[in-house]
Nanobody
């Protein structure tokens, strides 16, 4: 059974950092691109960052460029999202998703989803 489980969310002050993890099981992560998405209350889900199966290609939303970094360790079946300089507007539920196709910032391109982890940025 293919599963993705996010962890690492929590409450952090503005300017702080968090590292989210997406741990996978039930499939070979090496063959899948992974995307991170987020959804804030009352807003549509949006793409944050994505990474190709081999890790050579990444893409980030303009709103997180130079603050967030996506990476992966296929040997550990885990993809990470390092989030620095967090802002209140980064508050959302963060999801990771997997696709057999290339990395994409469009949620409709992904077939498998985790349950999400809450990130709250507040003083």
């Amino acid at each position: 059974q293919l599963q993705l489980v996010e962890s690492g969310g929590g409450l952090v002050q503005p300017g702080g950092s968090l590292r989210l993890s997406c741990t996978t099981s039930g499939f070979t992560l090496d063959y899948y691109a992974i995307g991170w998405f987020r959804q804030a209350p009352g807003k549509e889900r949006e793409g944050v960052s994505c990474i190709s199966a081999g890790g050579s290609r990444t893409d980030d939303a303009d709103s997180v460029k130079c603050r967030f970094t996506i990476s992966r360790d296929n040997a550990k079946n885990t993809v990470y999202l390092q989030m620095n300089s967090l802002k209140p507007e980064d508050t959302a539920v963060y999801y990771c998703a997997a696709t057999r196709f290339g990395p994409s910032m469009s949620d409709s391109d992904y077939d498998y989803w985790g349950q999400g982890t809450q990130v709250t940025v507040s003083s």
